[in-house]
């Protein structure tokens, strides 16, 4: 008998199908994996597995957790099943706890709601024992702590206590480590593989990450649209995958573009000696207010055609030097020249030099506004030019910059919620491209995006390499991603630049310890062939 | 879910086009006095009664209409037009010593309930319809103000706003191009619920005498005129009282229905 | 906490002496000479001259707002025109009825309010909360002066249970006071319940759909449990801000509803002196209405920092 057996699971909301005909199974100690890209219903599954469905849903099938029908059971039966047989892990750690309550109280919760005899004392001696389990010990993160004192990676271990506090039988964790930063990422999917060995427990891991996947998983079940496409042992599967859509993953996943040759180096933009410090609120009620250093003494050059990549977790900095670079928000001191001039004037910004720079964002939802179509987005930064195009240039302008993106000039006329978050990230490159800048910042663009349309994507940045001889700036946290865009790589951390060179060698040879770590935490995808020839008969 | 919005607005429609009518048609004149037919309960020829003076209750009200429409009306105007560019300006500066004051200067006209308000202007200017507008329009400022700011300062962090700076917009220009018509959704909604706070507020000032000066009529005049004869005539009462009820309660379902209407996220929720 | 407190206070002290600087203006403004305004048309010169004398305005502005905020400080709010009684004693005997009038509907509100919303947050989409959504909405829409009418015309004068006006005053005791008091306080709470419910069930409902109420179900709460637990306090937030602004509305409130039971509070106090022209009854009165606003909303201030920790920080 398996630990959890879910046959022929389908699930609709109100009538809408989420899940169709999902079976998988779990063994005991045994980590099985589901991935697939957004709505495949990665997500639904774990939810229907606790039985926390959203109103109106509806299953069909069977969930069998040691011989019983979970969707069978009345409320009160589950209850007694949550966090004491099956215990849950959340994406968000930042909302996932309750910020009015301290983190003792929390996880003593979870012991006692399941053993009500216990005393609180008794309880609280758990939850401290618990919480060193995770990498909370006592003597520096005491119980009477809130949430709120502490980082996400923590908050994250709480609630990972939590779910452990009663030794389930099996884990689920909710693409847990997707809102947290690569290093710390690296800390946590260790943390839950041990824990797991340790207590013999089912881990069941929902993750978009098939890097995680590879590494972590025995078992893999990929999902698409509501329905298990292929599911296997991980080496075998890794190896021997059939399914044209988890083929599809994996080379997306791992996708490389070839970026053409850059032109011989002409200095474009120019940083030097860059410092941001940002106001924090007064400590003292008459004090002065103190400051934080975001950028701090930062100097690079970007030559014209280049391919620069920008580096770091969150926090670093990246964010801040983009804004300085845009010329959105004054430095404190330093300079930043494109063609030599000067980004900010005295307090204003200088539009000639504004004009010539372009940004595209990571959220392909928020960086349109939702009331004007796409012919008056995309000519937006024609309101830097001293006298934009009109009528039928205009027009020609809209039409060469859809057709660039792969986009027909019929779609001018629609509004951007009539498109897919690729196509608006399309529409906002397009947006980018339309006043033939320079320079365009990528400011985490392809980060939200799930590994098929970021392929897309990354192909299309190529070929737009090819045709209009791009220089960018790519900033990002993804490692894989900025390794195939870029032609050299800075690494930043806490304000600083550590590491600067040409993206190969960085990443084959890096000699700054942060750079190091920083690629040592990543997980990169085992090329498929190489691990053919390690494979494993059966 | 339109029945709010169905429901409110045949309620909304029904007393605007009351106060419209009453300029050119009433069943009785208003203002005349007919003693002899005084308090007669609701009947066929005066379809709501008359009061103490026998003049005819819907015609009154038909008239208190208009009053109250006109107060409500423009208090709110009064309210949208400084409050929401100050809200606008407040956001493009957040966190700035100009931010600071126009949130601070909110609070403090939140500390004068719009009743000490139009005490203080009628114990110094005297009571009346225009007073009360002031008074009731004094306190609508804050309230667009701070809706307008606490939108337009999550509108700010959004990444179209940041687009639209990149294309070297100023923040002026981006306040009225990119926010104001991302928040109108939520003023037309908030103006529906002040517009019936104002009926409310117009008719207690009119009811203490500080609102609306005879002859001009007023549905909270009305109610005072009953006070003392509710005991037998309770007609008198319930009629102006009804008006109000009824006309509240319309604007209020209308903002209801508006709400869920014009914000498509809440609309996909309740499918 | 003590920081928290100690930066509210001090926000608390600059409204008060804003506000008292807006209305020691407003009255300023007045057009014409207070005194003679005071007096009317037909006044002596003598008697005006007497008058000016003692409303100090011979003294320049600046020491007049001194003499009358020091006054405020030390209890000395003039001497009242009309009554000649010191005007502290005349407000401090209307407070007797205005503020327990006040605090009354304010209990009543808030323990009609809170199980009116949660029985339907926790209904969501049922007929009991369709039902009571329904209720609240026509309460809202109910003026309280008419609703006042009403209860005085069903429990005053048909069943005679209560008195239809007047106040029979605390010396009688407690418990008759407190019945004089009821029909002001049911007509002053329900309207704002009905607000005050709204606001509840849908700060609830947010809060439900927190993440953390997800983390609680997975712990193995029932739902039941999760809103008790971590739902009620964390919807609690919002419900204080409304709790705060209601005084103010229960206040001012008061004034109109005193007007139709005939109690003798602040409000007809106000429209007496209105009346009489005793403008240093109106400014006194005006500012200590503004002045247990601010208070009260200092007092918010601080409930928030009891139950949300991360105010406590915050500096």
């Known amino acids: 008998m398996s630990l959890l057996e879910i046959s022929n699971l389908s699930l609709s909301i109100y009538e809408t199908e989420i899940l169709h005909d999902v079976s998988l199974a779990i063994e005991t100690g045994e980590i099985v994996a589901i991935t697939g890209e957004s709505g495949s ?216 573009v070839s970026l053409p040759e850059a032109p011989s180096p002409q200095p474009l933009l120019n940083v030097e000696n860059v410092t941001r410090d940002y106001k924090l609120p007064r400590k003292t009620l008459f004090g002065a207010p103190g400051h934080f250093r975001a950028v701090n003494n930062v100097s690079f050059d970007l030559q014209r055609g280049e391919r620069l990549g920008l580096v770091g977790e969150s926090g670093c900095g990246k964010s801040a030097l983009t804004r300085a670079i845009l010329g959105l928000e004054q430095v404190q001191s330093g300079t930043i020249t494109l063609n030599g001039a000067p980004v900010f004037t005295d307090t204003k910004p200088n539009l000639n030099v504004r004009r010539k720079m372009q940004v595209v964002f990571q959220d392909p939802y928020g960086s349109f506004n939702p009331r004007h179509r796409v012919d008056r987005l995309i000519t937006e930064p024609f309101y830097l030019l001293p006298d934009p195009p009109a009528g039928a240039a205009r027009a020609k302008a809209i039409d060469e910059a859809l057709i660039a993106i792969g986009l027909s000039p019929a779609d001018a006329q629609k509004y951007i919620h009539e ?82 060179g040409p993206t190969e060698d960085v990443f084959q040879s890096p000699r700054h310890p942060y750079t190091r770590d920083l690629i040592a935490a990543a997980r990169m995808l085992p090329s498929v062939e190489q691990e053919h020839a390690h494979a494993h008969p059966g | 879910m339109r029945r709010n919005l169905i429901i409110g607005g045949t309620l909304c429609a029904v007393f605007i086009l009351a106060a419209l009518v009453s300029f050119f048609w009433t069943p009785y004149d208003h203002s005349v006095l007919d003693i002899p037919n005084k308090l007669q309960p609701p009947n066929g020829t005066h379809l709501l009664g008359t009061d103490h003076f026998g003049r005819d209750i819907l015609s009154m009200i038909m008239v208190g209409a208009r009053t109250s429409i006109a107060v409500a009306l423009v208090a709110v105007g009064i309210g949208m037009g400084l409050g929401i560019p100050l809200g606008l300006w407040a956001a493009a500066r957040s966190g700035s010593w100009l931010d600071e004051l126009i949130m601070r200067g909110n609070d403090l006209v939140f500390a004068f309930p719009f009743l000490v308000i139009a005490i203080l202007i009628t114990a110094i200017f005297g009571a009346g319809a225009i007073n009360a507008i002031i008074a009731i329009g004094i306190f609508n400022i804050p309230v667009f103000a701070r809706i307008t700011r606490g939108a337009a300062l999550s509108l700010w962090q959004r990444e179209f706003i940041m687009a639209a700076r990149v294309a070297g917009k100023s923040a002026a220009r981006i306040s009225v191009e990119h926010i104001l018509p991302n928040v109108t959704n939520l003023l037309i909604v908030q103006g529906t619920i002040q517009f019936s706070l104002g009926i409310l507020a117009e008719a207690g000032l009119s009811y203490v005498g500080l609102g609306a000066q005879p002859p001009l009529p007023s549905w909270g005049r009305m109610l005072a005129d009953a006070q003392t004869l509710v005991s037998i005539s309770p007609h008198m009462a319930l009629m102006p009282g009804f008006a109000i009820i009824l006309t509240v309660l319309g604007l209020n379902l209308m903002g209801d229905g508006l709400r869920d209407y014009l914000d498509p996220r809440l609309r996909v929720a309740r499918t | 906490m003590l920081r928290y407190a100690l930066k509210r206070l001090l926000s608390l002290v600059i409204s008060l002496t804003v506000a008292s600087l807006v209305i020691f203006f407003v009255i300023e403004v007045a057009p014409g000479d207070p005194a003679s305004f005071m007096l009317g048309i037909n006044a002596q010169p003598e008697t005006l001259a007497a008058l000016r004398a003692e409303l100090g305005l011979d003294l320049s502005k600046g020491q007049r707002y001194l003499a009358w905020v020091g006054g405020l400080l030390s209890g000395d709010f003039g001497t009242s025109y009309t009554y000649r009684t010191p005007v502290a004693d005349i407000i401090a005997q209307r407070l007797w009825v ?85 029909l002001p306080a049911v007509a002053l709470a329900l309207p704002q319940a009905a607000i005050l419910a709204r606001v509840m069930r849908s700060s609830l409902l947010d809060v439900l759909g927190e993440d953390f109420m997800r983390t609680a179900r997975a712990k193995g709460l029932s739902a039941r449990q999760a809103l008790w637990r971590h739902g009620l306090r964390n919807a609690l937030i919002p419900v204080l801000t409304i709790i705060g602004l209601q005084f103010s509305f229960l206040l001012a409130g008061s004034i109109i509803i005193e007007q139709v039971f005939y109690l003798p509070g602040l409000g007809r106090l106000v429209f007496q002196s209105i009346s009489a022209r005793d403008l240093i009854v109106v400014e006194s009165v005006v500012m200590l209405l503004v002045f247990s606003v601010i208070v009260v909303n200092f007092i918010v201030d601080l409930a928030y920092a009891a139950v949300d920790p991360r105010l406590r920080l915050r500096t």
Not at chain 1, 194 to 223: F, N, P, S
């Open chain 1, 41 to 256: 219903g990665k997500s639904m599954t774990a939810l229907a597995t606790m039985q926390l469905l959203p109103k109106g849903a509806h299953t069909t099938g069977q969930i069998m957790l040691r011989g019983k029908d979970l969707t069978q059971l009345d409320e009160a039966a589950l209850c007694k099943l949550r966090g004491n047989e099956v215990g849950m892990v959340f994406q968000e750690p930042m909302t996932a706890l309750n910020p009015l309550h301290t983190i003792g109280r929390q996880v003593a919760e979870a012991i006692r709601i399941h053993n009500p005899a216990l005393g609180r004392v008794e309880a609280e001696t758990r939850a401290a024992k618990t919480l060193t389990r995770v990498g909370l010990p006592g003597d520096q993160f005491p119980l009477s702590r809130f949430p709120h004192e502490l980082s996400g990676g923590q908050r994250q271990r709480v609630v990972i206590a939590m779910a452990i506090a009663r030794h389930p039988r099996l884990l689920i964790a909710d693409e847990p480590t997707t809102a947290l930063d690569v290093t710390t990422q690296a800390q946590i999917l260790d943390l839950l593989k041990t824990l797991a060995k340790e207590d013999g427990m089912g881990l069941l891991m929902i993750t978009h990450d098939l890097a995680v996947v590879a590494d972590m998983a025995d078992r893999i079940v990929v999902m698409r649209q509501g329905e298990v496409v292929e599911q296997g042992e991980t080496k075998h599967l890794l190896t021997h995958m059939t399914h044209p859509y988890t083929k599809m993953l994996f080379e997306a996943s791992a996708h490389q």
């Open chain 3, 98 to 182: 205005s503020l327990p009038l006040a605090l009354y509907a304010l209990a009543l509100s808030t323990l009609i309010a809170f199980p009116a919303g949660i029985y339907a947050a926790s209904r969501r989409g049922r007929a009991g909360d369709i039902g009571m959504m329904g209720a609240t909405q026509l309460g809202v829409a109910v003026p309280n002066f008419w609703f006042a009418m009403m209860l005085v015309l069903i429990f005053a004068i048909n069943l005679r249970w209560f008195a239809a006006g007047g106040f029979v005053g605390w010396d009688r005791g407690f418990w008759a006071g407190l019945h004089a008091l009821t």
């Open chain 1, 419 to 500: 498109f897919s978050g690729g196509q608006r990230q399309r529409i906002a490159i397009a947006r980018a491209l339309i006043i033939k800048p320079e320079l365009i910042l990528f400011d985490e663009a392809v980060s939200a995006l799930d590994v098929s349309v970021r392929a897309q994507i990354l192909d299309l940045l190529a070929d737009l390499c090819e045709a209009y001889a791009l220089s960018y700036l790519f900033i990002s946290h993804d490692l894989s991603v900025v390794r195939t865009i870029t032609d050299r790589v800075l690494v930043m951390k806490s304000g600083e630049i550590v590491e600067d």
